[in-house]
């Protein structure tokens, strides 16, 4: 079993930037790809960014190419989402997911998930 829990989420002006955090505890790991997620009121959860663990190869949305980029700490057993540009459209829960395959997974197929942290930007 992996336990995800985000950090870093909060309140914001269009423009800032924000750094999001996923530590894994439990289990290993492992070689478990890697994600974010995010969540508006009344929309589905959709993806935002994913990290092949073996490869390390990156992808993101094309709502955040550009703006939001995916990276990893090894030796924490941390991803980080590092949001710069946001726009009052970015504005969700954002969820950490593990384990699921190729390089833009719909949310469904995502085996963990954290709890969520609310990023809200205003204009």
Known sequence: QVQLAESGGGLVQAGDSLRLSCASSGRTFGNYNMGWFRQAPGKEREFVA???WTSGSTSTADSVKGRFTI???YTKNTVYLQMNS???EDTAIYYC??????PRPQA???RYWGQ???VTVSS
């Open 71 to 73: 990276s990893r700490d």
């Open 97 to 102: 997911g593990a384990s699921f395959v190729g």
């Open 50 to 52: 994913a990290l092949m």
């Open 86 to 88: 946001l726009k009052p």
């Open 116 to 118: 969520g942290t609310q």
């Open 108 to 110: 469904p197929s995502v």
